[in-house]
């Protein structure tokens, strides 16, 4: 999923707009119980995905403690790409960097974990070598196969032992109920990991039916799910900075930065706006077709970190970092 963002993303602009349509457009449903402009929340640890080449959009005055750095995937030849050195693109960051590894089929992962074969064992080295100038590693293999349950949880154990007291977390499917065999496994990835990143969002995909990304009432599932099975100080929830469109034709299907959700707005003469009973946000306009969005404000991102707060989950991971509207920061604090 990821990669498809990066190659959806090459084709839009990177300048953000400052014209505040959802201010000027009175079309435009408002949030009940909006966060107060002077509101702060504050988390126990805030993360922040940054891709690689576009390290610039990270700024040393956001509040996070941890960044997850997305370098490239595990290549064709079923390499670890070597990493840029940590001093040369977060020469200001004064928290933690982890270095996140990506596998892009299920066939390389089934091989990579495979005991029988000798990659195993050379990825496992490359990345301990590449994570020498970082706090820790990633592992953010979204296509593993149930079957590969037990060599998966096994690749884990192997890695965290030679990292030698580095933090190894892990990036994983959200879930609001035990799957009878699951490569994703809450507890036992709790038994081996230090931090597991929950993914809760993409509810709506570019293939299915139109509709929110990460609605309230199902982060509020997930969330009840993860805390029964997680211990408190290992769980982060992954919260979205993206929106999505669909059309009639089921062809075009994008995903946007949130920022650039304003100038579509602008540039389509957008009329048709909603909110549902949940609080999620959606338009529709006509081109050839009819296209819907489904979208986030400031105001609607920090409703559900709220909500977070609220049902005391104190530690969020946000995908990704040059995607929101910059303001979205002010609003979010660490606790000391």
Known sequence: MKKFFLLSFIFFSFFYSSINLFAQNENIPQIENSVAEKE?????????????????????????????????????????????????????????????????????????????????????????????????????????????????????????????GKMLTVAIPARTRTLEKDAYDYAELSKIVDK???????????????????????????????????????????????????NDESVGRKAYRMYRVDNVIKDVQAKTFKISANGDLSFTYDTTTRVTMFYDTVESSLKRCRNYKENQIDRLAFWRVGQENPEFWENLEVER
């Open 40 to 164: 702060i929340l504050g988390f126990k640890e805030l993360w922040g995905y940054v891709m690689i080449g576009e390290e610039s959009f990270l700024s040393a005055d956001y509040p996070l403690t941890d960044v997850g750095y997305f370098v490239n995937a595990v290549n064709n030849f079923s390499d670890f790409v070597p990493v840029p050195k940590r001093a040369d693109k977060f020469p200001n960051f004064k928290g933690r960097v982890h270095i996140v590894s990506s596998v892009d089929s299920k066939a390389q992962a089934h091989l990579l974990l495979d005991p029988k074969l000798p990659l195993r064992n050379k990825i496992i080295k490359q990345i301990v070598k590449e994570a020498q100038d970082y706090d820790g590693v990633q592992i953010d293999w979204e296509v593993v196969m149930k079957d590969d349950n037990r060599n998966f949880w096994n690749f884990l154990k192997m890695l965290k032992k030679r990292l030698h």
């Open 196 to 246: 597991i990143i929950v993914m809760a969002y993409d509810e709506h995909w570019s293939t299915s039916e139109p509709g929110p990304i990460a609605s309230l009432a199902w982060c509020k599932r997930i969330a009840d799910y993860s805390k029964k099975i997680i211990p408190e100080e290992k769980l982060v929830m992954g919260c979205p900075f993206y929106a999505r469109a669909w």
